[in-house]
């Protein structure tokens, strides 16, 4: 499937948001999400969350006053938290789909002591964690119904 393309105002907007949303870290050594690597991944990935992520952009622009890409770094993060106070499923798109090409780049994976690769088939090691955090979900009753016997 491949993703539709997005107008030059939606890019920028697009592309100031991934900025604003994971901004770069010299103290980590990682790209920001707008990245041109990274950016040019999140545009190929739209597909399915094409129409959400595009009203989400102009929901920024609009909340901007016009241009979001035109304010400065405080302006975007004030006007990300707004949208952000708004939910809805245009920002979960948008939001989805910057994080998932941030984490897919191999060099922040790198920075998380992740090796870049797919996790199958060698698979990742996982730390053991505190089992009895999920007591109070154990104790719970069932909240689905049962399927018919047939």
Same mark, same amino acid.
């Given at each position: 499937?491949t993703?539709?393309?997005l107008?030059a105002?939606h /890019?920028?907007t697009?592309?100031?948001f991934?900025? /604003?949303?994971?901004p770069?870290?010299a103290?980590?050594?990682?790209?920001? /999400?707008? @990245?041109? /690597?990274? +950016?040019t991944?999140?545009v190929?990935s739209?597909? #399915?969350d094409h129409?959400?992520?595009?009203?989400?952009?102009?929901r920024?622009? !609009? *909340?901007?006053?016009?241009? =979001?890409?035109?304010? @400065?770094?405080?302006?975007r993060?004030a006007?990300?938290?707004e949208? #952000?106070?708004?939910g809805g499923?245009?920002?979960a798109?948008?939001?989805?789909v910057?994080? *998932?090409? =941030? =984490? %897919? @780049?191999? %060099?922040?994976m790198r920075? *998380?002591?992740?090796?870049p690769?797919?996790p +199958?088939?060698?698979?990742?090691?996982?730390?053991? !964690?505190?089992?009895?955090?999920? @007591?109070?979900?154990?104790r %719970?009753?069932?909240f689905?119904?049962?399927p018919? %016997?047939g």
């Amino acid at each position: 499937m491949t993703s539709q393309p997005l107008s030059a105002r939606h /890019a920028e907007t697009l592309r100031a948001f991934a900025g /604003a949303m994971i901004p770069a870290s010299a103290t980590h050594g990682v790209p920001g /999400a707008d @990245d041109p /690597a990274i +950016f040019t991944e999140i545009v190929a990935s739209l597909e #399915r969350d094409h129409a959400d992520v595009v009203a989400a952009l102009h929901r920024l622009d !609009g *909340l901007a006053g016009g241009s =979001y890409a035109g304010l @400065d770094a405080k302006g975007r993060l004030a006007i990300a938290h707004e949208l #952000r106070a708004e939910g809805g499923a245009p920002l979960a798109a948008l939001t989805r789909v910057v994080l *998932l090409c =941030y =984490y %897919r @780049d191999d %060099r922040v994976m790198r920075s *998380l002591g992740q090796e870049p690769r797919p996790p +199958f088939p060698l698979g990742h090691a996982v730390e053991q !964690g505190d089992w009895s955090l999920l @007591d109070p979900v154990r104790r %719970r009753a069932p909240f689905w119904r049962r399927p018919p %016997r047939g």
